[in-house]
């Protein structure tokens, strides 16, 4: 059983930064493939960054820049540090994960909430 647990969310104003956290138990962390998506009120869940087993990093073109995914494989974690926060930002951040041979991520987190006020 997998279980993700996302943490670091908050209240910020535009232009400053945070940290989120997804600790991972249950299977061997370093062979995934690790994820992390929003879903804001009203709109789709989108993708915002991922960064696969080998430590190939993908984001999507409205946080290049901004965001940085990193993982530490000692703690299981992988982290998502999001500089230059805009209010459009606003949004349930979702860390998942999958692993070799998976064609989709098919273990999610509870998601924590990141509020970006103007």
């Known amino acids: 059983q997998v279980q993700l647990v996302e943490s670091g969310g908050g209240l910020v104003q535009a232009g400053e930064s945070l940290r989120l956290s997804c600790a991972a138990q249950?299977?061997?962390?370093?062979?995934?493939?690790m994820g992390w998506f929003r879903h804001a009120p009203g709109k789709e869940r989108e993708f915002v960054a991922s960064i696969r087993w080998s430590g190939e990093t993908s984001y999507a073109d409205s946080v290049k820049g901004r965001f940085t995914i990193s993982r530490d494989n000692a703690k299981n974690t992988v982290y998502l540090q999001m500089s230059s926060l805009k209010p459009e930002d606003t949004a349930n951040y979702y860390c998942?994960?999958?692993?070799?041979?998976?064609?989709?991520?098919?273990?999610w987190g509870q998601g924590t909430q990141v509020t970006v006020s103007s």
């Open positions: 998942a994960a999958k692993w070799l041979g998976t064609p989709i991520y098919n273990y």
């Open positions: 249950g299977r061997t962390f370093s062979s995934s493939d």
